[in-house]
């Protein structure tokens, strides 16, 4: 009988369980002559007698009643909470009614100071054992649901006393505290009905007629098993793109558990689909205007190849130009070819040379230095974009292509 029906097997264990636990007390304080011991046995030997039948009244309230005859699954945690409070409330009643003088007093001050310390203690353990009641009294998911919890999506495979575990389509279990269920936005797939929609963007070109369009996707979620006839599927233009006209192909799957694989049959058949009504996939279109730079100034000559412009001081916006003759910067028109107009530099504070079709920059022994890209340098060869800071001015070397 046990092998046929295993879950009768548990509803005795735990009274036998009881009696024997009771049995062992009354031996215990029967040797041990304690004052009133037999009150204390015989209000053990009750509450395990009534514990022992509430039990298997409980048992078969969840097993046979509910679970069975309506179909009802309860969570194991909501039993487990009825039977420990029952427990208690009949071990106290029945120390009350065996033992003569017993007083609820003490007990309730111990009481009430250990509930204080465990209270403080154990604040998140209550909080997600108070939280996993609520779950299991208002049942918002229930086992084998898909949910999203937060930003978490999974199927859920256990609801405890403490935590929800979710196991992801990656086959990972994330274990979230009970608190935090209770707490967070709940989304749930699969209750009060299997009934999910699904919505697959697809982008056409502007030279497919809308009733096409709309005839070929329908043709394509007719081809997939797995999405339901009724509701049936529908297209939507959700919008005008660069390039494409955005249409919407909304279906209603309930195999939730094969989303994935529904979704991706869909999507192949809608490329064979369009395939079939000649319509093709449109690609971006981008216009790139190529900007030429500045126009060469009046007087500059095809040999110029690059130039200097200042950014920074007393000739900002100006452009110098650079042929292969060396060129020095400073202050003044008679000692360099490149007047700064600045004060506080050199006469002759640096100079610009080409060897072999590159350019060096040489300070000449300036009094605050010459830098390049921020850098103080006595010799440095120049690429096109570096930027030379002498005293207030500042200047990028530029190489200039001329058409």
């Known amino acids: 009988m046990f092998g046929q029906r295993p879950w009768f097997a548990q509803w005795v264990k735990s009274p036998f369980q009881f009696f024997a636990f009771s049995g062992s007390a009354w031996l215990f304080f029967h040797y041990a002559r304690l004052p009133g011991w037999e009150g204390y046995a015989a209000a053990?030997?009750?509450?395990?007698?009534?514990?022992?039948?509430?039990?298997?009244?409980?048992?078969?309230?969840?097993?046979?009643?509910?679970?069975?005859?309506?179909?009802?699954?309860?969570?194991?945690?909501?039993?487990?909470?009825?039977?420990?409070?029952?427990?208690?409330?009949?071990?106290?009643?029945?120390?009350?009614?065996?033992?003569?003088?017993?007083?609820?007093?003490?007990?309730?001050?111990?009481?009430?100071?250990?509930?204080?310390?465990?209270?403080?203690?154990?604040?998140?353990?209550?909080?997600?054992?108070?939280?996993?009641?609520?779950?299991?009294?208002?049942?918002?998911?229930?086992?084998?649901?898909?949910?999203?919890?937060?930003?978490?999506?999974?199927?859920?495979?256990?609801?405890?006393?403490?935590?929800?575990?979710?196991?992801?389509?990656?086959?990972?279990?994330?274990?979230?505290?009970?608190?935090?269920?209770?707490?967070?936005?709940?989304?749930?797939?699969?209750?009060?009905?299997?009934?999910?929609?699904?919505?697959?963007?697809?982008?056409?070109?502007?030279s497919t007629l809308p009733t096409i369009a709309e005839e070929a996707l329908l043709e394509a979620a007719s081809q997939v098993q797995g999405v339901l006839s009724n509701p049936g599927p529908s297209v939507v233009l959700r919008g005008f793109g660069d390039s494409s006209v955005d249409y919407g192909l909304c279906v209603c799957v309930e195999d939730y558990d094969n989303l994935g694989g529904i979704l991706s049959d869909l999507r192949k058949e809608i490329f064979y689909s369009l395939r079939r009504y000649g319509v093709t996939f449109p690609f971006p279109t981008r216009t790139l205007q190529v900007y030429p730079g500045p126009p060469a100034p009046a007087g500059w000559k095809e040999s110029y190849r690059h130039r200097l412009h200042a950014l920074e001081g007393a000739r900002s916006g100006e452009f110098f130009p650079l042929a292969e003759e060396p060129v020095r910067l400073g202050r003044g028109e008679e000692s360099c070819e490149i007047d700064l107009r600045d004060l506080a530099i050199s006469k002759e504070h640096a100079r610009i040379s080409c060897q072999d079709g590159e350019y060096f920059l040489e300070d000449l022994a300036s009094r605050h230095g010459t830098f390049v890209n921020g850098k103080k340098a006595e010799r440095a060869k120049l690429g096109s974009g570096d930027e030379i800071r002498i005293g207030e001015s500042r200047l990028r070397f530029e190489k200039i292509e001329l058409g």
Do not use: C
Request: net charge positive; charged share 15%; glycine share 8%.
């Open 44 to 206: 053990l030997v009750a509450a395990a007698a009534l514990g022992g039948l509430v039990h298997v009244a409980v048992s078969f309230l969840f097993t046979v009643s509910f679970s069975r005859r309506r179909d009802i699954h309860l969570p194991p945690l909501l039993r487990n909470v009825i039977l420990g409070g029952t427990y208690l409330i009949i071990l106290v009643v029945a120390l009350k009614a065996s033992v003569p003088g017993f007083s609820l007093s003490p007990l309730l001050l111990a009481s009430g100071v250990l509930s204080l310390v465990l209270g403080l203690a154990l604040q998140d353990v209550l909080s997600n054992l108070i939280a996993g009641i609520t779950i299991s009294v208002e049942r918002p998911l229930r086992k084998d649901d898909w949910v999203t919890i937060g930003d978490k999506h999974g199927k859920v495979a256990e609801i405890t006393w403490r935590t929800t575990k979710l196991l992801t389509r990656q086959l990972d279990y994330v274990v979230i505290p009970n608190r935090k269920v209770a707490e967070s936005e709940l989304l749930n797939h699969s209750y009060p009905v299997p009934l999910h929609g699904e919505r697959v963007d697809v982008g056409l070109p502007y």
